[in-house]
């Protein structure tokens, strides 16, 4: 049997941790003047993907 091909974008946005996938943040890219620094800074690090999200991830990435 042929294998499954992975999701391009999902491969692309998320990665593999030992209890589930991370993800980077959004609004981080521009109109950042607005935003306190303090908001940006916050969202410069990664975030685990929400237990209700976790089956479409691994659906759409079956290998990783």
């Given amino acids: 049997m042929s294998k ?16 589930g996938f991370k993800h980077k943040q959004s609004h981080t890219s521009h109109i ?3 935003k306190s620094t303090k908001r940006k800074r916050h969202l410069r690090s ?3 993907v929400a237990q209700s999200d976790k089956a479409l991830i691994v ?5 990783i």
């Fill in 4 to 19: 499954i091909k992975s999701h391009s974008g999902a491969s692309k946005r998320f990665k593999r941790t030992a209890n």
């Fill in 32 to 34: 950042l003047t607005k």
């Fill in 46 to 48: 990664l975030n685990q």
């Fill in 59 to 63: 659906r759409m990435l079956p290998y």
